[in-house]
């Protein structure tokens, strides 16, 4: 299953790079309109710059790339890949919200790309680990990614007002 491992990581570094390039300049355009429906917590992703969205993806870049090469089809990588998926799902939903709302959607050609090959990495979990130790390393990793993107914007916020 090497390529997968390989295949997910250059996912990763696509999408990225998708959302460096195009979601900057996105939010910076229907700032107005998207402050009227974000969170007071959230607003603040609405003046990150692309530089700012580059440094916050090398960074989970980093992250994804280590473990992928540490510990490659063990339950944590399988946890990890599950919650990047959860991501390409958020992605989704975003979507539909910003249909509702009237918003062009920004082009996110990836997350339809690279959902098929997260589900066929997930459907080969079951045969590596036990299920119990699928869902463990998923909710772990949800919440690693959730707390890490929070403390990376919040890092990026500080350093703009300094």
């Given at each position: 299953?090497?390529?997968?491992?390989?295949?997910?990581?250059?996912?990763?570094?696509?999408?990225?790079?998708?959302?460096?390039?195009?979601l900057p300049p996105w939010l910076r355009h229907h700032r107005h309109k998207l402050a009227k429906i974000l969170p007071s917590?959230?607003?603040?992703?609405?003046?990150i710059s692309r530089t700012g969205f580059a440094v916050i993806a090398l960074w989970e870049g980093m992250i994804i790339a280590t473990v992928?090469?540490?510990l490659p089809e063990s339950a944590w990588w399988f946890g990890m890949v599950a919650a990047y998926t959860l991501h390409l799902l958020l992605h989704c939903g975003q979507f539909f919200m910003l249909k509702k709302y009237g918003l062009p959607v920004p082009k996110l050609i990836t997350v339809p790309l690279e959902l098929p090959l997260c589900f066929?990495?997930?459907s080969q979990s079951l045969s590596v680990?036990?299920?119990?130790?699928?869902?463990?390393?998923?909710?772990?990793?949800?919440?690693?990614?959730?707390?890490?993107?929070?403390?990376?914007?919040a890092i990026y916020s500080y350093s703009r007002k300094r």
């Open positions: 299953m090497n390529i997968e491992i390989y295949l997910f990581i250059a996912c990763f570094i696509a999408h990225e790079l998708e959302e460096v390039m195009l917590k959230l607003q603040p992703v609405l003046s992928s090469l540490l066929y990495i997930l680990a036990p299920v119990t130790s699928l869902i463990f390393a998923s909710v772990i990793w949800t919440a690693f990614a959730a707390v890490n993107l929070a403390t990376a914007h």
